[in-house]
């Protein structure tokens, strides 16, 4: 049947109608004959899982905090510098991670960092002081370093651009499912079989997820079950500039500062709520090891719901006649309001209240994340993406260690959260500022006219 528009009211006419409501539901008309496949969901799965193994990983020392500060006997400023030592070397490995990703390919560069942080999260079971723990945590950094900017490339390869924050909340929504298994098991391991067994047995959930990645993974066009309609559809977008950008070139796009700008405020109050949130409920409530599963497990189903909800959002907005750009940005509004009430935890008589607001402002920031990494993606051809998350990640891990080393000092001379609650409260309003003034409406990035400017040159 072919396409016809009245020109008198430019609405697409009769015969169009089945073809509009394909695209709005996701599905590609079938102009080659051949069935809409959905394997692209399938990626997003096997990305879900990496984050979740991910987080699971990051989260046994921050479940293990109160168990291994007495048990070893480091102060809360040395538990800083052990959780900034993370930090640090996330930052250091996302100078080159992002770009080792866009080289390697998402296959190949996917499965090497999940090999190299599975091997350092079991080498915390060789720790027997807070230097080893240190050491340990570095190496966990520079591994995990590369996770983020190969499953936000893999989106970008996989899915059109409406449809990637809807997959990018979905991967990032295995975050929380790692923070909520580990509260899960972690406690239980440890009970029975000694910290050390629960640090040994995070390596299974990596060696197993590599040999599903490897036997699985393919890019779309080399993928053997992807239909040329699926392939059309992801490939449907407006035609990308085929340069690639210099890692350092991208220095020279308000896009990029943009970007960090955002890490930098917002990624450190994620790390805090992974690291110190169980030591908030076991210091301010005297829950205990056996007690802190509960409402670490409420905590982090409720942000799951926030990923997908945030991610689906501009979706939805987008669908209803806002702009893609108006719609992505005012979805990261509405998730920073959400987060402003979290300054008065720390004065809740109540656990359960506690919790509540807790769960609003994690929800929150996963929504708020799951559009930041989007418009990465947004404001870059897909050559660069991998390197742009990069180095906003390295930005966000630096944030993290001057507001982990901080978190420490703060505790150790006030012994209160307050301040620290307050500073989580505003970040995101004001990381918001600076994408919208570094760049409004989210204007993608001019490579081709960047380009001809250095031939000129």
């Not at 879900?48 to 990051?58: E, G, H, P, V, W």
């Not at 059109?160 to 923070?179: D, F, W």
């Not at 890490?263 to 205990?288: A, M, N, S, V």
């Not at 260690?401 to 500073?423: D, E, I, K, N």
Request: glycine fraction near 10%.
């Amino acid at each position: 049947m072919n396409s016809s528009i009245d020109s008198s009211s430019g609405q697409l006419t009769p015969q169009d109608q089945p073809t509009a409501d394909a695209q709005n539901f996701g599905l590609a008309p079938n102009s080659l004959g051949s069935p809409m496949t959905g394997v692209r969901w399938t990626i997003s799965a096997m990305l879900f899982f990496a984050a979740s193994i991910n987080y699971l990983d990051r989260q046994v020392l921050g479940l293990l905090a109160g168990t291994l500060q007495h048990s070893i006997g480091w102060t809360e400023a040395e538990y800083g510098y052990i959780v900034g030592a993370f930090q640090l070397a996330y930052a250091i490995g996302l100078v080159i991670a992002g770009r080792m990703i866009d080289k390697l390919g998402c296959r190949i560069g996917y499965a090497i960092v999940m090999a190299f942080w599975s091997v350092a999260s079991m080498a915390h079971a060789l720790a027997a002081s807070a230097f080893g723990f240190g050491v340990a945590r570095f190496f966990l950094g520079l591994g995990e370093s590369g996770g983020f900017p190969a499953a936000i490339k893999t989106t970008a390869e996989w899915f059109p651009q409406r449809e990637r924050s809807m997959a990018t909340g979905i991967l990032n929504s295995g975050v929380n499912v790692g923070a909520i298994f580990a509260p899960l098991v972690i406690p239980w391991i440890t009970l029975k079989f000694g910290w050390r067994a629960a640090f040994l047995s995070t390596g299974i959930f990596g060696a197993a997820w590599i040999v599903w990645w490897l036997a699985r993974y393919r890019s779309p066009e080399d993928h053997p079950r992807v239909s040329p309609a699926e392939l059309q559809y992801i490939k449907g977008d407006a035609a990308e500039p085929a340069e690639t950008i210099p890692w350092k070139a991208l220095f020279g796009y308000k896009q990029t500062w943009a970007f960090a700008a955002a890490k930098f405020l917002t990624d450190p109050i994620w790390f805090f709520y992974l690291y110190w949130l169980p030591k908030f409920f076991d210091e301010r409530y005297h829950l205990g090891l056996s007690h802190i599963g509960l409402p670490l497990i409420i905590v982090y189903n409720v942000s799951a719901f926030g990923s997908i909800a945030g991610g689906w959002l501009p979706t939805a907005l987008h669908k209803a006649g806002m702009s893609i750009a108006k719609a992505r940005m005012f979805a990261m509004l509405i998730c920073a309001c959400l987060i402003l009430p979290i300054f008065i935890s720390s004065r809740l008589s109540s656990l359960w209240s506690a919790v509540a607001i807790l769960s609003i402002a994690t929800a929150a920031h996963q929504g708020w994340s799951a559009n930041l990494f989007t418009t990465a993606s947004d404001m870059f051809p897909r050559s660069s993406v991998g390197a742009v998350v990069g180095i906003g990640g390295m930005a966000g891990s630096a944030g993290a260690v001057l507001f982990s080393v901080s978190t420490g000092w703060v505790l150790q001379a006030y012994h209160s959260y307050t301040p620290l609650f307050s500073v989580a409260a505003t970040s995101y309003l004001v990381g918001l500022l600076f994408l919208h003034l570094l760049a409004p409406g989210l204007k993608r990035a001019n490579v081709r006219a960047r380009s001809i400017e250095q031939l000129v040159k």
